[in-house]
């Protein structure tokens, strides 16, 4: 099956206001994108089945009236072909008209669903492209909804607009056009008041009618929050005896939503009654003056009929006006929120002229910390003046109490975050510098709380490296020690592993993320307390592992228990943002500071663990 080809997003929309004219500005480049030769042609085909399917429509009542004249009994010369000849084009008529109208759907459904793939795709690399403190500072599941709510909104405004607006405002166009010229100005003026006015109180009326729909639906979702918060409290109401309570509130809920939705009901029926009467009226109007011509024997019978279909014919879509201007309103309001996501400029963005290390001219040391500050808050700084380097195949363990600023390092070297002052180098490059893709191609991160994708184990160790062959796949496994423990499951590598993983064990999870790590075979590795959460056993096994994947790579190790770092070059001690030690484990239990009392410490701890387990 050949895979759908890539899509080019245009250029980035720009900041506009928040209208619905400026919204469907922003949907006209992806709707007619530049270059796109295809998407034109399917735009242009759409349109012409629109007007043919339109052509169709205001030509039966055309013929129905001659059938009516031909029928009349001054007709009897041609009483027995001419009404079967035009009934026949009359069924023929009607038929292309359906025929135009679901040619047009079937044409414009890719142009369409192209848009909204554009438009989605554009948001959801623009998500990625934003930092990691924008993500920190909203719900994920409130982005995902803005884009789901965002393409649904398009397809609704561009379904109606399509498939209502645009035929509805050409078919009036058409009969106004008509009557002014076979029956006369007053015909078409009668016509074009009619419908100004029916339109005119349909779309303030609806207006009217969603503020009290709001009110309706806000008390329904209300009802149901308190209904099934009491629910889910069921043993608290018990414990207080407060059944009478809960009920009462769920009625004085329930009661609300009651008086919005008798308001609601009895403006729609206001709503129908006016939009009849002016249907009436105009009705009545024209049907007067077309019956004072036939009486003066100015117009046929059939062009009396023609005069009333062709306004039956015009109101039956703009029934629906009401329902079209809400659902467009929503789509405008929802398409403007997922286009709100593409205007959030990105904090983190790629210098004007990136730069990579030459392979000829590779400096001595692999990542530098240059008197780095960092706060997270501009009001609370974490790291104070932290400076450190490590050798190009060495390894750095930083050690800490909680909340020192262990894993901020990691985040500022793998540049999910810039530096407020001093600089961050990776190969002697200020990571500002550097292309994003490309510093991040040369770092491989062993997080403390691996999250897998809900997908086989086979796939998350290939998202270390994707288009890695199986046999890859297999060797780094190996290389993590799980590949005999996948080798025993009924589904191998296409194990699935459930959201985030939650069907492997902790110990098992870590061998994958190794795994993914190795296949990925990085330059410098971050081992972000990667064993911390683990038992002693599994923690062994994991170290195991993590040697394999250190070798031969500059290695920054950040590390809870200190038994895991003793090997490191260097040990970087952290206290409260600063650098408080810095040495070899032998040199900084020499020094009998701070990391001599941490280890001391945990050594107490483990002695103590241990003599649980044997008075056990």
């Not at 024209?286 to 109101?315: E, S």
């Not at 400029?345 to 790629?350: F, L, R, T």
């Amino acid at each position: 099956m050949t895979p759908p080809a890539p899509i080019r997003a245009p250029g980035p929309i720009q900041a506009q206001p928040r209208s619905g004219l400026a919204t469907l500005r922003a949907l006209l480049p992806y709707l007619w994108p530049k270059g796109d030769l295809s998407a034109h042609i399917r735009l242009l085909v759409a349109a012409a089945f629109l007007v043919l399917a339109k052509i169709a429509t205001v030509y039966v009542p055309y013929i129905y009236a001659r059938v009516v004249d031909h029928l009349a009994p001054h007709g009897g010369h041609a009483v027995l072909i001419v009404p079967v000849a035009l009934i026949l084009a009359y069924g023929g008529l009607r038929i292309s008209a359906s025929g135009f109208a679901e040619m047009r759907d079937a044409v414009f459904a890719a142009a369409q669903q192209r848009t909204v793939r554009r438009i989605a795709l554009r948001t959801f690399r623009h998500l990625h492209q934003l930092s990691l403190r924008y993500h920190l500072d909203r719900q994920t599941g409130g982005l995902a909804r803005a884009i789901d709510r965002g393409t649904r909104g398009i397809e609704d405004v561009l379904r109606l607009a399509v498939f209502n607006v645009l035929p509805t405002l050409f078919e009036v166009t058409l009969v106004i056009i008509i009557l002014w010229r076979v029956f006369g100005w007053r015909y078409a003026l009668v016509t074009a008041i009619s419908v100004t006015l029916y339109s005119a109180f349909t779309l303030l009326f609806t207006n009217w009618r969603v503020k009290l729909r709001r009110q309706m639906n806000e008390s329904d979702s209300d009802a149901q929050s308190k209904a099934v918060d009491s629910l889910l409290n069921y043993e608290t109401v018990k414990y207080f005896g407060n059944e009478a309570h809960e009920a009462g509130r769920f009625d004085i809920a329930l009661a609300r939503y009651e008086r919005a939705a008798i308001r609601s009901q009895v403006t729609l029926n206001l709503l129908n009654l006016g939009q009849a009467s002016i249907i009436a009226l105009g009705l009545a109007v024209v049907m007067l003056l077309a019956a004072r011509q036939t009486l003066g024997g100015h117009m046929t019978v059939g062009r009396f009929v023609m005069v009333n279909t062709y306004l039956m014919q015009l109101y039956t879509p703009l029934n629906l006006l009401g329902t079209v201007y809400r659902g467009i309103k929503q789509g405008l309001v929802d398409m403007e929120q997922m286009f709100k996501l593409t205007r959030e400029p990105p904090e983190i963005a790629d210098p004007p002229l990136p730069r990579t290390p030459s392979q000829l001219e590779r400096p001595s040391a692999a990542v530098v910390f240059d008197a780095v500050h960092f706060g997270y808050r501009s009001d609370r700084e974490i790291l104070h003046g932290i400076g450190f380097t490590v050798a190009l195949g060495g390894s750095l363990a930083i050690v800490g109490p909680t909340g020192a600023g262990k894993s901020t390092i990691s985040r500022l070297l793998f540049r999910f975050y810039d530096v407020t002052d001093g600089a961050v180098r990776v190969d002697g490059i200020d990571v500002r510098d550097w292309p994003q893709d490309a510093l991040r191609a040369r770092i491989g991160v062993v997080p403390q709380d691996t999250v897998l994708f809900n997908d086989t184990i086979g796939y998350n160790i290939a998202y270390g490296r994707p288009g890695a062959t199986q046999a890859e796949i297999e060797q780094a496994a190996r290389a993590a020690q799980i590949h005999d423990f996948i080798m025993h499951l009924p589904d191998r590598y296409e194990t699935r592993v459930g959201e985030r993983g939650l069907k492997l064990s902790g110990g098992e999870k870590q061998r994958v993320a190794i795994a993914r790590t190795i296949l990925k075979d990085p330059e410098i590795l971050i081992l972000d307390e990667a064993t911390s959460a683990l038992d002693t056993r599994t923690e062994q096994d994991i170290q195991a592992a993590l040697r394999v994947l250190a070798a031969n790579r500059t290695t920054l190790t950040i590390a809870h228990r200190l038994s895991t770092v003793v090997d490191s070059d260097q040990i970087l001690v952290l206290e409260n943002g600063h650098v408080a030690e810095l040495g070899t484990h032998a040199q900084l239990l020499a020094r009998g500071g701070l990391y001599t009392s941490m280890w001391a410490r945990q050594l107490q701890d483990q002695d103590l663990r241990s003599g649980d387990a044997a008075a056990a």
